[in-house]
């Protein structure tokens, strides 16, 4: 079977980089079945692809090799390392953009093994002259133990993620991303609030920038041309969307906004 290897960059469109990195892998993996998850990520926007890999991985088949390069400290002394999670692979920085993937069962290598790169490495192009070489090995056959040392859990660096507030009248979340269409989509996922949900039969408000959206839809078609709505997306994370429109522009939007939720009356 042909091994799977996606890609997820911060490199664009418009330049060669993600180009390159596939003509690396082919080269030395050419039945490897490449997918661009995306190339567009914001420039060195970490915890935007951490949640982008966290929502991608679970899609794909075991043994898929996941190669994350939106790597700020490239060239610097930070290591490189493969995840083993849930019978996939995550080849990244050491930067927390593996976060969420992050738990006890987890094995973690240090991508240290020099005979898995070309002699010249450049210090800023890190994704073909390191990434895309081990990627290939590993699509290859290669153990992942054999990439170098086993890494400890509390080696492996994690960024801190807004934590959501839950009082008797009221819950706060915050936006974590601001998707391609404009919708917001915040840290209140559907697990916490259905039993809050169930208490309050009249459903629940939502507040975002002093904009007040009486009730939690569910589906982008629910609400009228141009009316901002609440949902829970795919991922069953709650997002502030406008229906045929731009939800950020709508309420002046950014990430670390503050979202409120309060039972309606």
């Known amino acids: 079977m042909d091994s799977i290897i996606t890609l997820t960059t911060d490199f664009g469109l418009e330049d060669a980089y993600a180009g390159i990195m596939k003509g690396v892998i082919l080269g030395r993996a050419p039945t490897a079945k490449i997918v661009d998850l995306t190339h567009l990520i914001p420039p060195q926007d970490i915890k935007r692809a951490a949640l982008l890999i966290k929502s991608a991985g679970p899609n794909f088949p075991p043994a898929t090799i996941h190669l994350i390069v939106v790597d700020p400290g490239v060239g610097s002394d930070r290591k490189i390392i493969l995840l083993k999670n849930n ?16 738990n006890e069962q987890s094995q973690a290598y240090e991508v240290a093994d020099k005979n898995l790169f070309p002699d010249k490495i450049s210090k800023t192009f890190h994704g073909r002259d390191i990434f895309a070489p081990v990627a290939a090995a590993l699509a290859n056959g290669l153990n992942p133990a054999d990439v170098g040392p086993e890494i400890a859990f509390n080696q492996l660096i ?3 993620w807004p934590k959501i507030k839950i009082s008797k009248n009221e819950v706060k979340g915050k936006v974590v991303y601001i998707d391609h269409f404009g919708n917001l989509v915040t840290n209140i996922y559907f697990n916490l ?10 459903g629940l408000n939502v507040k975002i920038n002093g904009k007040l959206i009486e009730k939690i839809s569910s589906c982008y078609r629910e609400g009228k041309e141009a009316q901002l709505i609440a949902l829970f997306n795919s991922d069953n994370y709650l997002e502030i969307s406008l229906v045929n429109g731009n939800a950020a522009s709508e309420v002046s939007g950014n990430v670390d906004d503050e979202v409120k939720l309060y039972p309606a009356k």
């Open 87 to 102: 019978d996939q692979l995550f080849l990244a920085p050491n930067n927390g953009v593996l976060t969420f993937l992050f």
């Open 158 to 160: 994690k960024f801190s």
């Open 193 to 202: 609030l259905s039993g809050i949900l169930q208490q309050n039969p009249n």
